[in-house]
């Protein structure tokens, strides 16, 4: 392990957790093996157990940083003078902590009313880790005079021991409030403060990342706000999913407060309110995702309004009670303590994205390249992916185009500059319902109405299956299934690639491809491949969804064309072809097919490194590949696995993906002429975003 950042505010309030958390990610992006601990927990609240950076992490990475040191615990060490005793038992923890990691984040301390001795006790972290520091701070309402003066202060502390400093919280418009900046963006307003702050003209003093505020990273689920004001929950609802931006009191009359009705704002109103309950059950039922309604006073709502309710509560409306007044209660929300829930996946997820593309990628680079061993794990694959296709932006079609996964990822991949997403399906009909999800359609997301453009391709499929009896009247048929309308302009180059199966079976989305795209010169057969994401490092299944039982010719063609697929996208391959025999153990005609066709890749292809046939435990694991097969080159160290048919391939990942809650990316397919990308019917809205990301690395490839 080589180097040890301490992550240290330079004054309260400044999101120090969110900033070290997010670092790991962003060096995860990198491909640097990082490790992350806390050496002494800070709960938000008296009675909280553990720390919560230390369960975010646990939570959304792979990474167990060990249990940090009790508040109580240290405290006690320090007010009896055995402060050395204190820093032997966080050595301890870091050497644990550190194991298998070449750069290791250190969570600072922050100095509260409940714990004094912050400051003094990040100055001796440092010297006992012999850590380089990153200074937190944010930007939020000061001049720049007195950010500097807090930036020299820190910097002076810790005499040349800083490696660089994060701004959080940077709010475009207070800073032009607050010191005459009048620019447009986070770039420029990082660069302004470069400029005027006389703390930077050290060359040694790097920022390394401003973070934009983002009201977003504030909006708690309203199951969080029921805990907080210990809410009598009348009907749960989406409590757990739906999130609050914004909270109104209600008082007025219905006509007057329909402005109000709007989707993320939580209600609040007495409980005698008949007509606002109404109101509110009326617009959840017409679509709009209300963050929830809250009913103050001792009084409970008339049952018989509750029973009148009861459909547009069953959609997912939450609706809670509270014995006290309105305005009581109102006060409450307002101050309530905004910091993450340990088991807010979905913003941690998000807080630690958008530190992690705020912090600059160079100065990871130039810090730690030099020293770092790299991997491909699988952040950094889903970044390397996101990062290619960035670079080139491709048109991919989604068939799909109506679909709520769908239309969230294209939206993602829009705002993102990933893909030039192109949604095929009715406009109103996609508007209506992205106005039902509070989906806020961007002006580059393109929207293609199949009615409007299906008739010019009739002729076209016409020509290209009349060997197989085709007519007009079938062809248009065949053009109202949208999977074989997007492939027909895939065919025609009006869009580089194709992404479907949300919704359709792996069938419809191969079949189409199969019969208009069609392989490519050289290629045998279409085949596919799945892009495992172990906890460490990313493996390549295939074939596991297109060929049921190919040939020793076939299986041969997989390999090769998988192990190219490997190589496109960062992964060096050692190939690995399965079967029930290791080397010769086992004999059988499946065996004897492994064995022709790793011979085959061998003279066709010999720069490809590959071994079988191989069981998968010698494939995979270092300990079995030394009694079994000790001289391969790939036993052991296998990161593309061959699979001899598709009853074993799809097995196999399927058992890997759901006993090991590995995520897997694709199937992609390869060896057509065009990319064209099939999806689980069980995708998440980030399986969709990566697999168009991939879709579009495949066209640039093409190009």
Known sequence: MKHVFLTVPTGAKVGLSTVSIGLVRALERQGVRVGFFKPIAQPVTPDEPGDRSTSFIRAVTTLTPPEPISMEEAKKLVSEEHLELLLENIIQRFEEASKNADVLIVEGL??????????????????????????????????????????????????????????????????RDNIDFDGIGVEPLKQFIKNNCPVFRNDDLEMIGMIPRDEKLLAPRVSDVAKLVNAEVLNEGDMTSRRVFKIELLARNVTNLLHTLKTGTLLVTPSDRSDIILAASMASLNGTRLAGLVLTSDQRPDERIVKLCQIAWKSGLPVMRVSKTSFETARALYDMNLEIAPDDNDRINQAMETVAISISSSWIRNTLASQMKRQLSPPAFRHMLTRNARQKPKRIILPEGDEPRTMQAAVACTERGIAKCVLLGNPYSIQLKADAMGLSLPTGLEIVNPDVIRERYVPSLVEMRRHKNMTEKIARDHLSDNVVLGTMMLKHDEVDGLVSGAVHSSANTVRPAMQLIKTRPGAKIASSVFFMCLPDQVLVYGDCAINPDPNAEELADIAIQSADSAKAFGIDPLVAMISYSTLGSGSGADVDKVVEATRLVKEARPDIIIDGPLQYDAAAIADVARTKAPDSPVAGKANVFIFPDLNTGNTTYKAVQRSANVISIGPMLQGLKKPVNDLSRGALVDDIIYTIALTAVQAQQND
Not at 140 to 169: Q, T, Y
């Open 110 to 175: 922050i100095q509260t009313e409940r714990f004094p001795m912050g400051a003094r006790l990040n100055s001796k972290l440092a010297q006992t880790l012999s850590s380089k520091q990153i200074l937190v701070t944010s930007l939020g309402n000061r001049s720049l005079d007195h950010l500097n003066k807090e930036l020299e202060l820190a910097v002076h502390d810790f005499k040349g021991r800083v490696a660089g400093v994060v701004i959080n919280k940077a709010d475009i418009d207070a800073a």
